[in-house]
């Protein structure tokens, strides 16, 4: 099976900075395609945050360009977001997602993480 398991989350005051990390493991993980990060503000729909493809071309949502960054390392299967000049409307919960390919297969699928909760409070 394939888990995807987000860090990093916590309390932030208005200026400050963070940096997620999510790690996709599992024994049968052939390739990763694109890495995403969403969020999901209590009350909102999720919306996509940041996208990084196999060959780290990235897309931002125009709400974070310019503060954060999103970067991966493919020897570890994992997706990072640098977070800065936070704000209190980027509290949210923020998930990971990614395309995986399992091994003896050749189709990708999708996976998501659990999330983690991001406060920006003062």
């Known amino acids: 099976q394939v888990q995807l398991v987000e860090s990093g989350g916590g309390l932030v005051q208005p200026g400050g900075s963070l940096r997620l990390s999510c790690a996709a493991s599992g024994n049968i993980i052939a390739s990763i395609a694109d890495m995403r990060w969403y969020r999901q503000a209590p009350g909102k729909e999720r919306d996509l945050v940041a996208v990084?493809?196999?060959?780290?071309?990235?897309t931002y949502a125009d709400s974070v360009q310019g503060r954060f960054t999103i970067s991966r390392d493919n020897a570890k299967n994992m997706v990072y977001l640098q977070m800065t000049s936070l704000k209190p409307e980027d509290t949210a919960v923020y998930y990971c997602n990614a395309d995986v390919r399992r091994r003896y297969t050749f189709d990708y699928l999708t996976f998501w993480g659990q999330g983690t909760q991001v406060t920006v409070s003062s």
């Open positions: 990084i493809t196999s060959g780290r071309s990235t």
